[in-house]
């Protein structure tokens, strides 16, 4: 019997034993499983709150304490209603009873904060599905911190709808209200106006004292037309320095709201021909600005835009820093030149294209030589004038053939008079498009290897804008052709931007006096003053000089008696063809 009561005792102790061990392993799974799951709690950065439906924080575990609108403990017990602004209050309680209604929801945003401490958060919920019978339901909130992506969306939005320079809202964006303001003016029989902003002599300063001084000018150009205009109005850079406004209810009708329209370009106007202060010196920047009104039937954003740019450059025509309504006639002009362009590119396959020279004569009057002009005889239109065709020639990209055909011309010409032992040198004219071609200097190099032409009587003429852009790239294509030969002359010079600082730094062979300085000379004493002192620039920088459009032999005189070396006009001789003129000259003159 005792035997048997020991073992029983012996049993029972060993299941004690064993139960006991149980018991600590189970304990010690469950604290380990307590410690990762707090572990994984811990380490999430969002906020994850139990709340009831009434918006009552029950409990509030959190990671980053700065994330909370107050301390930990003072929140349990509160409803979000007592510590967040009323909108994200409101918005949270609408997340919790969508939760109730259908499970969890989630997405919903709201902010907390306000200024530089602002910070954005999203929340998601779910509702606990084991609460007992009749108790209040709970729901778990995970709020994270989204700041970074609102920052990060709000970076790309100013990115794709904003410019970088200025900050004003860009093409994208001013299409955008464009369409909105059209739909409003036509619903409420409002007019609007759209105005075309073009800085006239931006490129020059842009060329001469450098991009990072351009973009300080156009920094303030854009300050001072948002600084001018009415709430709700919009001024957008296009880019470059082209503006645009856009202008909402002037009045209601097209014949009132023509005479506001022009008040508001006036003041734009006058307010961007006031100088700028940059780094302690003044600059001044006129503009040419371009109006349209809208609504107009059947028409849209494209249209006005195109409209009010068309107006912008009747502006600049008519003489810069101006302002021009759009009318039918500036579109019928549009229309004109597209129909000109046309009758460009037969022209120079039906062969209406010739070559004429001027000739150009030293101060004894003996000719040295003679400029290439080309000359359109249109079988409708009959003798276009060059001012007319040159410009949409160079519009359209006709001038690079139109260019190598006067190059090939002018290096037969110096060929067949290099035969005939003529020591004559001809000029023609280079466009900035065909000078920048990549492969320029090379066409130039074939051409003179081909025709046997010697380069050093040939002589490119360039303007002055064509000079000025990119600087450093022209002096090194031009010292490329002047090691073949070719010579340089700046055409019209003194119109454009006339400066020592560049001229010193060109490898240039001559300046030619622009005609309008010629003209009124020897009479009008400023002229006379201008052409003595581009003469005794030269004169100091060793370059040949040329005078344009001598007509009288007072000018000529006067010219001479300056030490001009070269005088051209119609004194001297109008425009011929070319073999005429050239058959002359190997006649011996």
């Known amino acids: 019997m005792g035997l048997l009561l020991g073992g029983s005792v012996w049993l029972l102790a060993t299941a004690r034993e064993r139960a006991l061990r149980l018991a600590r392993g189970m304990t010690s799974e469950l604290r380990g499983t307590r410690d990762d ?22 409990h509030l575990r959190h990671s980053r304490a700065a994330l909370l609108p107050a301390p930990a403990q003072m929140l349990v017990g509160q409803r979000m209603q007592d510590i967040v602004a009323p909108d994200a209050a409101a918005g949270c309680l609408a997340a ?17 904060g306000s200024g530089g401490d602002e910070r954005w958060f999203e929340l998601s919920i779910a509702r606990k599905e084991n609460a007992a019978p009749g108790e209040a339901p709970r729901f778990i909130a995970l709020s994270r911190d989204i700041t970074e992506r609102k920052l990060s969306e709000a970076r790309t939005y100013h990115l794709a709808y904003f410019d970088a320079l200025t900050g004003l809202p860009n093409r994208r964006m001013l299409l955008d209200r464009m369409e909105r303001s059209l739909d409003a ?8 106006a759209l105005l075309f902003i073009d800085l006239d002599n931006f490129k020059q300063i842009n060329d001469a004292r450098g991009h990072s001084l351009g973009d300080l000018l156009l920094v303030q150009v854009a300050q001072r037309l948002v600084d001018l205009l009415a709430p709700g109005d919009i001024v957008a850079r296009l880019g470059g320095d082209e503006f645009v406004v856009l202008v909402h ?37 006129t503009a040419s600005i371009g109006i349209t009104l809208f609504p107009k039937p059947d028409e849209g954003v494209e249209d006005l835009l195109r409209e009010a740019d068309t107006a912008m450059y009747r502006a600049k025509d008519l003489g810069r820093n101006r302002i ?25 396959a039906e062969g209406q294209l010739a070559a004429f020279v001027q000739p150009q004569v030293n101060a004894a009057g003996v000719v040295v030589g003679g400029e290439l002009l080309m000359r359109w005889n249109h079988p409708v239109r009959g003798s276009v004038p060059p001012a007319r065709f040159i410009p949409v020639a160079e519009a359209s990209g006709l001038i ?70 990119n600087l450093d790239d022209t002096i090194a294509r031009m010292t490329e052709l002047r090691r073949l030969g070719v010579r340089f002359s700046i055409d019209d010079f003194g119109t454009g931007y006339s400066s020592l600082a560049y001229l010193k730094r060109l490898p240039l062979y001559e300046l030619k006096i622009d005609k309008s300085f010629v003209q009124d000379a020897p009479h009008d004493p400023n002229d006379t003053a201008i052409v003595q002192s581009i003469i005794s620039v030269a004169r100091h920088l060793n370059l040949h000089v040329v005078a344009e459009g001598v007509e009288t032999r007072a000018q000529a005189d006067f010219l001479v008696a300056s030490q001009c070396n070269g005088l051209q006009g119609y004194l001297f001789g109008r425009p011929e063809p070319l073999q005429q003129w050239l058959a002359r000259q190997l006649q011996g003159g």
């Open 37 to 58: 799951l707090e572990s994984t709690l811990n380490a999430i950065p969002d906020l994850l709150f139990e709340l009831g439906l009434d918006g009552r924080i029950h």
């Open 96 to 112: 919790l009873q969508a939760a109730h209604d259908t499970g969890h929801s989630a997405g919903h945003q709201y902010r907390l």
């Open 185 to 192: 003016a036509r619903r409420a029989g409002q007019v609007g």
């Open 249 to 285: 209810d002037l009045a209601g009708g097209m014949q009132d709201a023509g005479p506001a329209a022009m008040a508001v370009a006036e003041t734009l106007r006058v307010a961007l021909e006031a100088p700028y202060t940059i780094h302690q010196h003044l600059y001044s920047s």
């Open 324 to 348: 021009r309504f759009y009318e039918a006639a500036m579109q019928a002009d549009v229309q004109e030149r597209l129909t000109l362009e046309q009758d460009l590119k037969n022209a120079a």
């Open 400 to 469: 690079l053939r139109m260019g190598d055909w006067m190059i090939l011309q002018a290096c037969e010409t110096l060929a067949r008079l290099q035969a005939a032992q003529r020591d004559l040198s001809i000029s023609v004219n280079v466009s900035e498009r065909q000078f920048r071609q990549d492969d320029f200097v090379e066409r130039m190099r074939g051409v003179l290897v081909s025709t046997g032409a010697n380069p050093a009587h040939l002589i490119l003429e360039v303007t002055e804008s064509l000079l000025i852009e």
